[in-house]
Nanobody, 121 residues
Framework: QLQLVESGGGLVQPGGSLRLSCVAS????????IGWFRQAPGKEREGISC????????YYSDSVKGRFTISREYAKNTVYLQMNSLKPEDTAVYYC??????????????WGKGTLVTVSS
């Protein structure tokens, strides 16, 4: 069974950090482009970061650029999202997704169920 499972969410104070993990089972992430998306209450899902399967070049949305870092650990079939300098507006459910193509888009092939990140004092 092909599955993506996110973890690492939680409650953090503004200015704090969290690292999200996305573990794949049933397939190898090496051959897929991986994206992180988020959906805040009352808002549409937003693509925030993407890493291409072939060249590993990362993409970041303007809202997280300079604060978030995407990386992949091939041996563990895992992709991470390191989130620093968190802001209350980063509060959302965070999803990882995988696509067989070379870019991230709303219609990714596989999705995790999400992990909640709450940034609040």
């Amino acid at each position: 069974q092909l599955q993506l499972v996110e973890s690492g969410g939680g409650l953090v104070q503004p200015g704090g950090s969290l690292r999200l993990s996305c573990v794949a089972s049933g397939f190898t992430l090496d051959d897929y482009t991986i994206g992180w998306f988020r959906q805040a209450p009352g808002k549409e899902r937003e693509g925030i970061s993407c890493i291409n399967y072939s060249d590993g070049f990362p993409y970041y949305s303007d809202s997280v650029k300079g604060r978030f870092t995407i990386s992949r650990e091939y041996a563990k079939n895992t992709v991470y999202l390191q989130m620093n300098s968190l802001k209350p507006e980063d509060t959302a459910v965070y999803y990882c997704a995988a696509a067989a193509g070379s870019s991230c888009h709303p219609g990714m092939d596989y999705w995790g169920k999400g992990t909640l990140v709450t940034v609040s004092s």
